[in-house]
């Protein structure tokens, strides 16, 4: 079966526990900027410096609220400015991954095993789930007709709360010369 959903393009940002938080901004408190798709989940105001000894990057997002473990999501891009070589993972899965410097704006932090390039995915309703029979981590068909038309592969993530789109990074955005909310079709 083929059925459409919406692009959102994920650009370098960093997810915080509010412990790594403070280190970074004091007494600050994480402030929204605006919301993000997934439910619960924001950008705020805040950004910091990531750092390594070849290159830095700065005003990379701050993502909300706060996690149970530090995560740096990059780009294959952003890792050849910076000299490093992360894993393509899904979120949270750490071991093994690139260390990273944080620099905000009353301190810094070394993190190990939390740089990564966040693997494709497709956040999946538990309607969708139930409608087509999708399975948690499954792989789905992801046909892009723009005009560098092609397929990719994204693995399922199902939640309670999930906003139903395909998440990618800005590597696989401009490839395809994709934009947020363009459509893509998956075959399910």
């Given at each position: ?110 993190l ?15 309607e969708?789930?139930d ?7 499954q ?5 892009i ?16 709360d999930?906003?139903f789109?395909i ?22």
């Open positions: 079966m083929k059925i459409k959903t919406t692009v959102g393009i994920s650009n370098r940002h960093v997810h915080l526990t509010s412990d790594t938080f403070k280190i970074l901004f004091g007494n600050r408190k994480l402030e929204k900027l605006r919301d993000i798709n997934q439910v619960g989940q924001f950008a705020s105001f805040l950004t910091v410096t990531i750092k390594t000894a070849k290159n830095e990057i700065k005003n990379v997002r701050v993502m909300g609220p706060f996690r149970k473990y530090n995560q740096v999501e990059i780009s294959k891009t952003d890792a050849r400015v910076l000299g490093l070589n992360p894993p393509i993972r899904q979120s949270s899965v750490l071991d093994d991954s690139e260390s990273i410097t944080l620099v905000g704006e009353v301190g810094s932090v070394t190990d095993n939390c740089c990564i390039i966040a693997e494709r995915h497709v956040h999946i309703t538990n969708i789930r409608k087509y029979n999708i399975k948690e981590g792989v789905i068909k992801v046909k007709d723009t005009i560098k038309k092609g397929e990719i592969e994204a693995f399922a993530r199902i939640s309670d999930a906003y789109e998440h990618l990074d800005t590597d696989d955005g401009n490839a395809f010369l994709l934009n947020n909310n363009d459509e893509v079709e998956l075959e399910v």
